[in-house]
């Protein structure tokens, strides 16, 4: 789908790709799946180092900018990491929101 490629220019997050674009069910929004790229680190969200993975948790949706008057969702199962330096499980950093709220920065 177009979509990605546009998105994949304008909103390029380093070690994200977006997978696939779809309506939801309702057609008032797209939702778009986001996936780590292979074999990139999940960054911790407290230290913001890189971090060995602990687990993933289930997908959410976050909301992203409008786009042709359509509200756009990012649909993304955010990882946790086992970081050395917090000496905790800690959910990533992600991009496009800090994991608390659902705006994203972009
Ligand atoms: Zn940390």
């Known amino acids: 789908m177009e979509l990605i490629t546009i998105l994949s220019r ?3 997050f380093p070690g994200f ?3 696939q674009a779809r309506f939801s069910s309702d057609l008032k929004s797209i939702e778009i ?3 780590p790229r292979k074999g990139s680190a999940a960054i911790c969200s ?3 180092q890189p ?3 602990y687990d993933q948790l289930s997908e959410r949706r976050f909301e992203f900018i409008p786009f042709w008057g359509f509200l756009v969702f990012l ?3 955010m990882r946790r990491v086992d970081c050395r330096g917090c000496e ?3 959910v ?3 991009p496009w929101g800090d994991g608390k709220h659902t705006l994203t920065n972009a």
């Open 88 to 90: 905790a499980v800690v």
């Open 33 to 35: 799946a986001v996936r």
């Open 92 to 94: 990533e950093e992600v």
């Open 10 to 12: 304008c909103h390029h």
């Open 17 to 19: 790709v977006y997978q």
């Open 75 to 77: 649909l993304y199962s």
């Open 46 to 48: 407290r230290c913001h």
């Open 51 to 53: 971090a060995p993975g």
